[in-house]
């Protein structure tokens, strides 16, 4: 594939899990309108949010053996599809039973689309370019949940709920036909599809386990504590729910900014990269328990953001070196964990909230992302000085 075509594939494919994942994040602020036009209570009306959430979390670990099968770009045009058809319908919904259906289905697909997309960009590139392309998808898609906050809010209060299911739902469903006539198909790279075989080959390795066991404490840490972080600042400051989306907007502007420089200075700096990264989300996050000052807020959220895509993507690119012939694979055990963490994050931080408050929140997030800077950079240094150690003993052994 030459130069000019790779980019306009990984520009689409941005395009497509910036607007899957607003897809999916926009929701939250559309409970209390979707309660209102269906007659129902704020937490029955949530059901809708959860069903995405679990249909997006159980089929997460299926995609990605799917696309190692069939090809990546194939599975990734159905996901597209799907979640683009039930979008639509999500904003035809006559009660919330027919929205709980249809946003469990638009969930479903919509997990096929960040993990088998980060996987068929990761096999585009070589070693030195792959971090640098993983991070850009990743910042692209964390920016898209990032702005969901103000387009959901926006066009709900202008329009409709409806208005935001239908203008994603469009928007993928046009993407997704770009994408369908202009996408060059790649090869299978596993002769049968065994979905229990290549999670107990990936699984057996004790040096993958561990580094992406730390993505259920990033999901935790990093998305368990955003998913709170707008009531936070609303709380502090009285800002409207337009000036804080704007505000929160400036995490997704973070994980772009560290998207293009995270690579070089990985390169500069070794090892202590992470765990500088790991220190900066722990400064942006007591900055956001102490202080009232707005700008100050827009400061802590863009560290927070570009410590997380530092973080995420040297972790992700890392794990795809471990098993470079089931990078979908590997990529569904990354959305699964990072779902998992948030998932759990989000639970146990809607109890702390109840007796306590976001300062302890805050406190126990940048702890553990401080431990994860740490034991990330000490686990991905000893994987990539083995490679090294096993790419100078082949050429001893050849010469």
């Keep these: 594939m030459d130069i000019k075509k790779r980019n306009f594939t990984v520009v689409i494919l941005s395009l ?10 926009a929701s939250a602020t559309l409970i209390s309108n979707i309660a209102r036009d269906l007659g ?41 599809a799907g979640t683009a058809i039930f979008s639509i319908l999500g904003a035809v919904a006559f009660n919330l039973s027919s929205l709980v259906v249809f946003r469990l289905i638009n969930g479903m697909f919509g997990s096929g689309i960040f993990p088998v997309t980060l996987a068929l960009v990761g096999g585009m590139f070589n070693d030195k370019e792959r971090h640098k392309a993983i991070a850009g998808v990743m910042s692209m898609g964390f920016l898209g949940s990032a702005t969901a906050t103000i387009i959901g809010g926006t066009v709900s209060y202008f329009a409709s709920w409806r208005f935001v299911y239908l203008i994603y739902g469009i928007d993928e469903l046009i993407l997704a036909i770009i994408m369908l006539k202009t996408l060059e198909r790649d090869k299978s790279t596993r002769k049968k599809l065994e979905f229990t075989k290549s999670y107990k080959v990936i699984f057996s390795d004790f040096k993958f386990i561990r580094l992406a066991g730390l993505l259920i404490l990033m999901g935790f840490s990093y998305l368990g504590t955003f998913t709170y972080t707008g009531v936070s600042i609303m709380g502090k400051t009285s800002l409207s729910i337009f000036a804080v989306g704007f505000i929160l907007a400036f995490y997704g502007v973070g994980t772009v900014f560290g998207a293009k420089i995270a690579p070089k200075l990985k390169l500069k700096m070794g090892k202590g990269f992470l765990i500088s990264a790991g220190l900066i989300g722990f400064a942006a996050l007591t900055l956001l328990s102490y202080t009232l000052n707005i700008y100050l807020i827009i400061l802590a959220m863009f560290g927070f953001g570009f410590s997380f895509i530092s973080i995420q993507s040297t972790i992700v690119s890392t794990l795809q070196a471990m098993f470079m012939n089931m990078r979908g694979t590997v990529m569904s055990i990354v959305a699964f964990n990072l779902f998992l963490g948030a998932s759990i994050g989000t639970s ?9 408050n976001m300062g302890q929140i805050y406190l126990t997030a940048s702890i553990i992302i401080v431990t994860i800077g740490i034991l990330s950079s000490l686990f991905i240094y ?12 082949a050429v001893e052994v050849n010469s």
Excluded: C
Aim: charge should be positive; glycine fraction near 8%; avoid cysteine.
């Design 16 to 25: 497509m899990v910036f607007l899957s994942n607003g897809d999916n994040y």
């Design 40 to 80: 129902l209570s704020i937490s029955v009306a949530s059901i809708s949010v959860t069903a995405y959430m679990l249909g997006f979390g159980i089929f997460t670990l299926f995609f990605g053996p799917l696309g190692d099968k069939y090809g990546k770009v194939r599975i990734i045009n159905i996901a597209a």
């Design 348 to 356: 146990l931080n809607a109890k702390i909230l109840e007796i306590s």
């Design 382 to 393: 000893h994987f990539e000085q083995k490679k090294k150690n096993t790419a100078f003993t």
